[in-house]
């Protein structure tokens, strides 16, 4: 399980603290806002699937949840969760690459929520949206409010990760799930570049 690699820190930065065992009550006065974070992972939450406290793996072009192996080329030794940043509503894989790979979508028709990367001078699909990316006041990932889907029997048997675009099954797929994509700071985080 990824879980593991969460640390309780995070998960009480994200608001699940509540999932974990209390040492001593901490005082609280008014909810601040998710802070922007610079760096972070994603956190999956669709309560009782399986795909509840995944994280988001890049590979190929494209994201994935539950694949075992992303072959990416890291500073560090990876985990395999991939680690994200925003910029000017552009959405990056944190690297050391320049250009670094960039997350588009295409929601058109032809893509239907396709959710993918870019990497040097690759041209993103005539329809795919760079911009528009942001976090929502509880810290999730979206796209101009477009959330995410995951549907299964990817390669691997692994998750391929959409857009919601409004399709509920996109590209023919069945057992697709809506989730929550959580940002979680990734203060120490390692620079990859991901296959193409
Ligand atoms: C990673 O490399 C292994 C060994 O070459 C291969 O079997 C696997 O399909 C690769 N995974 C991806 C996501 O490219």
């Known amino acids: 399980m990824q879980i593991k690699n969460i640390l309780v820190s995070q998960l009480a930065a994200v608001g699940l603290a509540s999932a974990l065992p209390q040492a001593?009550?901490?005082?609280?006065?008014?909810?601040?806002?998710?802070?922007?974070?610079?760096?972070?992972?994603?956190?999956?939450?669709?309560?009782?699937?399986?795909i509840h406290f995944n994280e988001f793996n890049a590979a190929l072009g494209s994201v994935f949840l539950q694949l075992p192996n992303n072959n990416a080329t890291c500073d560090t030794t990876s985990?395999?969760?991939?680690?994200?940043?925003?910029?000017?509503?552009?959405l990056y894989l944190y690297s050391n690459s320049n250009p670094p790979q960039q997350l588009y979508a295409?929601?058109?028709?032809?893509?239907?929520g396709k959710f993918g990367y870019v990497t040097g001078a690759q041209p993103p699909p005539r329809n795919a949206e760079l911009t528009g990316w942001g976090l929502d006041d509880a810290?999730?990932?979206?796209?101009?409010?477009?959330?995410?889907?995951?549907?299964?029997?990817?390669?691997?048997?692994s998750w391929s990760v959409w857009v919601n675009a409004g399709v509920d099954q996109p590209a023919g797929n069945s057992g697709c799930l809506g989730f929550s994509a959580r940002a979680v700071e990734n203060t120490d985080p390692n620079a990859c570049l991901y296959t193409e």
């Open 79 to 90: 985990d395999g969760a991939a680690t994200f940043y925003l910029s000017e509503g552009g």
């Open 139 to 157: 810290g999730n990932l979206n796209l101009d409010g477009a959330g995410f889907l995951a549907c299964p029997n990817s390669i691997q048997d």
């Open 24 to 50: 001593s009550p901490t005082p609280t006065a008014t909810p601040t806002p998710a802070a922007t974070p610079s760096a972070f992972n994603i956190l999956t939450l669709r309560s009782a699937s399986d």
């Open 106 to 112: 295409d929601r058109s028709g032809m893509g239907q």
